[in-house]
């Protein structure tokens, strides 16, 4: 699933009689491609007595980026605000005195492409049949993405290995074994065992996961991409996936998230995807309302999807969207708006917090209490923040009403789909789900 690279110096390793050896591989997950921009993780995976110290270094004796810091107690590499010029091979050296060991680690940059985009689907065939060459008058300003136009030097990969358009199709009931193209294309961990899909979107679970779980955030995910074939598209697009952890099961058992600070084992039920973490989880417990769910008064998967929705589609796909949801926050904030709550946490809890509140499955407090305050509802969210609201009815244009998750009236649901001007392209039956 990565380029990893074993340890070069295995001989070491097998002498007898020396302290315990090290072993050494140096890794970037999930995917060997990043967006520039994104903060990039490489990790030096090792064992040995006494503990290695860490040393990073690039080829041809490169210089390691200015926003580079190495952990020294484990030797992570982290980059803030990757650049394209910072791609190539890493190598990580660990030593503790009695070994070395060194392992190598590469990846590319995809550019922020946003700012340059075909204005057909088929413009990559055309440029791969040689038309940029043989009609630039049209060619040009019309595909100037895939005739090379503003990216001359973009890696071929971060055109070709994104997975396109969205399907026109789901499976959101009869739960499967994951498909070995699916597995395959999206380099699935053994963990995922069970597989529905919304628009192609796979949704995930272990064997132990209930179907019930599993349909539940298919529902989740056929609802909240509706309203917008472009945001579905993206969210598709960057490998996204949903999955649910059973009620056993925690954060670092989701095989995307297996590298993270165990503290999320304790404090997530749930974390939104990314385009570097292209899932967004949720758990057994919360999306079917068990009695002793600690979180059981909130959809906590609705709210990390709606994470999701913005990091991995609306900020790729709407023009502006970022800036205009953090001058939104700004001005919240300057006015006292969610004063206490976790909506003025970061800008990214407040966009979140917004979509609950417009879906109405967000919980309520008054006065509020460090968490949440009185906005719990659609109608609430306008009169509230309306500019928050006018973001969120953006990206959820069609106003639909999600089916509670405690309620599970779904006979009597409809969900609208693609919607401009208020008109609806089609419908989607939400008996169809559970029957
Ligand atoms: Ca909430
Ligand atoms: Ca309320
Ligand atoms: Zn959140």
Redesign the pocket.
């Known amino acids: 699933m990565s380029t990893t690279t074993q340890a070069t110096t295995s001989s070491l390793l097998t002498t007898p009689g020396r302290p315990r050896a090290l072993r050494n591989a140096a890794m970037v997950r999930p995917t060997r491609l990043v967006n520039e921009g994104e903060q990039l993780t490489l990790l030096c995976l090792t064992a040995g007595s006494p503990p290695p110290s860490f040393t990073w270094t690039r080829e041809n004796s490169a210089a390691l980026p200015g926003a580079a810091v190495v952990d020294p107690v484990t030797g992570t590499l982290v980059i803030g605000g990757v650049r394209p010029e910072d791609d190539g091979m890493y190598t990580c050296t660990a030593d503790n005195g009695v070994d070395v060991v060194t392992s190598n680690v590469s990846f590319a940059v995809c550019p922020d492409i946003s700012g340059c985009s075909d204005s057909s689907k088929w413009c990559p065939n055309w440029a791969n049949s040689g038309e940029c060459e043989n009609n630039p008058g049209w060619m040009l300003p019309n595909c100037p993405l895939s005739c090379g136009v503003c990216h001359p030097d973009l890696p071929s990969e971060c055109l070709t290995t994104k997975r396109g358009r969205s399907w026109d199709t789901w499976e959101c009931s009869n739960v499967t074994d994951v498909p070995d193209e699916v597995r395959t294309e999206l380099n699935l961990d053994t963990f995922y065992q069970k597989y529905l899909h919304a628009y192609g979107i796979p949704i995930l679970g272990s064997s132990i996961l209930p179907d019930d779980a599993l349909r539940r955030c298919c529902y989740d995910v056929l609802f909240m991409l509706a309203d917008r074939r472009d945001l579905r598209d993206s969210y598709f697009n960057v490998y996204g996936r949903a999955a649910i952890m059973a009620e056993s099961e925690v954060t670092l058992d989701v095989p995307e998230h297996s590298n993270m600070d165990p503290i999320f084992n304790t404090r997530a039920r749930g974390l939104g995807g990314t385009t570097s973490f292209p899932v967004s989880t949720g758990a057994e417990e919360n999306v079917l309302c068990y009695q002793h769910d600690s979180l059981r008064v909130?959809d906590i998967f609705m709210?990390e999807f709606a994470h999701g929705v913005h990091n991995m589609a609306a900020k790729i796909v709407i023009p502006d969207f970022n800036a205009r949801l953090e001058a939104a926050y700004q001005d919240a904030m300057a006015n006292g708006r969610f004063a206490n709550t976790?909506a003025a946490d970061t800008v990214f809890e407040y966009w979140a917090?917004g979509v609950?509140s417009y879906f109405d499955v967000?919980?309520e407090r008054d006065p509020p209490d460090g968490?949440?305050n009185h906005v719990n509802t659609r109608e609430e969210l306008m009169v509230y923040d309306p500019v928050l609201y006018n973001l969120v009815h953006e990206v959820f244009p069609c106003e639909n009403r999600v089916v509670k998750r405690c309620v599970k009236d779904y006979d009597a649901s409809e969900i609208k789909v693609d919607c401009e001007n208020g008109l609806a392209r089609t419908l989607i039956d939400g008996s169809t789900i559970f029957n």
């Open positions: 909130e709210h976790y917090e609950q967000n919980h968490i949440h």
